[in-house]
């Protein structure tokens, strides 16, 4: 039986005013900010904002807040991008491989991608062999994986992100 998830609707944007833009810079800024402080930040009486970070969150334009990790403090201070690319495209083996991916530890993030490479995964690891086991016991283990490249993380910086 094939997996028929239905496909996830493209949400329309949400007009955003400058009292949103405003609470949702300080909460990219620092997400454990009281709503006394957001409201503040944003100009606004507190009950406004809280108002408003629940619209935000009701309309999806705040998915969560989350933690930033140190992962040299955790132990991992090695960062990789491994690249992987598919023998096969057929939906069903790329969602089942997508599925076990996202759930291999050591992963921060997967992204199915269009190019060369069908696959990145971000990952992060005690020890170079851990690496080579990760890549070993989780991904090329797979028959639909034709081919891996891993390139190590040096640095890792924060974008400007798609606030103005």
Known sequence: MSDRRPKKPQPAPVALDGTDLAILAALVEDGRMTNAALATRAGVAESTCAYRVRALMRSG???SVRA?????ALG???????KVRLGSHNRDHVRSLYDKLVMVPGVLSVLHVGGDDDFLLHVAVPTPESLRDLILEHVTI????RRTETQLVFEVREGRGVLP
């Open 61 to 63: 334009v705040v998915e």
């Open 68 to 72: 930033r990790l140190d992962l040299g």
């Open 76 to 82: 991992r201070p090695i960062q990789a991008i491994i």
């Open 142 to 145: 797979y028959p639909v994986v």
